[in-house]
């Protein structure tokens, strides 16, 4: 079976700035802080780039597609995620 995590992507950050284990946890820390950004739950010892293959929503077709530059800035929106403006989800 396999464990996610959820992480807070601040708007306008390079890195991360929360890992959570549950959703309600991490929406603690955006509401307390206002923060505005995403929060994406991500597949955990596995790649974003290998989950999506293995679940088949993405199939490398193209030989750029298996190289080290597009698969360390692969994402993929078949993630659950949530946006959040000044601590509030947007719906």
């Known amino acids: ?16 700035s929360g890992v959570y284990e549950e959703l309600k946890q991490a929406e603690i820390f955006i509401k307390k802080y206002s923060l ?4 994406t739950k991500m597949p955990l010892n596995k790649s974003v780039y290998e989950w999506t293959i293995e679940k088949g929503f993405f199939e490398p077709k193209r ?12 994402t993929s929106a078949y993630l659950e995620h949530y946006h959040y403006q000044n601590g509030k989800r947007m719906e």
Request: hydrophobic fraction near 40%.
């Open 1 to 16: 079976m396999q464990s996610f995590i959820w992480i807070f992507h601040g708007n306008e950050a390079q890195f991360c």
């Open 36 to 39: 505005s950004g995403i929060l």
């Open 63 to 74: 030989d750029y597609q298996h190289s080290s530059k597009f698969i360390q800035n692969f």
